[in-house]
């Protein structure tokens, strides 16, 4: 357990395992694209990484610690042509992204090919976070690191056959005949969010829901609008909108004249329609307090066709 580490990167959480006590190996896409990593050892204590290599195709990354200690414990490196269907094995993660060195039992299930990659298959628990971590025989040697778990299927894991970190260990790369990128056996849940990112995708969402709720009230809007400009005004409106009552907003666009029996209905429905501006303007606002992307308020403005306020 001393010898398996949470890595913690600018946008997710995963789990990385040493091989020698300045070697780290974890998956590609535990660190993405970050060429350092914040490694945090079971103890509390934290240090940096570089990312040394990986190999994309094997979805593996050799990280090289700053802060070596004299003492750290590592882990052997198994084979997975010994591996057998029915075996015993052990996985130790920080699944969720916080509770480090979580252990999980379960079998081998399976043994299965992927374009070129062997990876195993588990029954063990498997959950955002633990991936990159180390799947232990019952001698306490890794056979594979853990590349995926299922969600919604519980006991269906798999981690890529630790063979193919030798190639990666040695400096050799990706090497010939490695998997092009089967999406067979993608991972859906490999690593959490870091805590910034999980705020922003939960206001992301609070966000959206609020400026649907606004576009049911637009598109009920757009409806009583018709009527208005039918029995209530006389003359023309210069311009497309994404939605007619935009022109409201554009002094150039509403050239006529409102019918003096209809002021009282045509304030009303101005006033509504200023209502719903107000709304989104103070939404967006939120949002983008929230560090809330531009581009994401963008393109759920757009969607709900509200982005008039906004450009």
Known sequence: MPAVVTIETASSRGSGFFVTPDTIITNVHVVGTDSTVTIRRPNGTATTARVQATSPAFD?????????????????????????IGEEVIAIGTPLGFLQNTVSRGIVSGLRDVGGA????????????????????????VIGIIKSGYVGNDGLAFAVAVDHARAVLAGR????????GSTEYQALSPAV?????????????????????????????????????????????????????????D?????????????????DVRRRATD??????AADEAARAADIYPGTRRDVLRRYRLDYWTR
């Open 276 to 281: 719903i501006q107000k709304a989104v303007t």
């Open 60 to 84: 593996i990354a050799v990280l090289k610690v700053a802060g070596v200690l004299s003492k750290q414990a590592v882990l052997q490196l198994g084979t997975a042509a010994s591996v057998r």
């Open 118 to 141: 062997t990876l195993v298959q588990t029954d063990a628990a498997i959950n955002p976070g633990n991936s990159g971590g180390p799947l232990l025989n019952r001698s306490g040697a």
């Open 193 to 249: 969010a870091s805590p910034a990112d999980q705020r922003r995708l939960d206001a992301t969402r609070a966000y959206e829901q609020a400026i649907g709720q606004l576009a049911r009230r637009a598109d009920e809007l757009d409806g009583q609008w018709k009527s208005v400009i039918a029995q209530c005004y006389q003359g023309r409106i210069v311009g497309a909108f994404d939605r007619p009552w935009f022109a409201l907003w």
């Open 251 to 267: 002094p150039r666009a509403m050239q006529g004249v409102v019918v003096s029996s209809c002021v009282s209905y045509f304030d």
């Open 173 to 180: 790369g990706d090497p010939s005949g490695a998997p092009t």
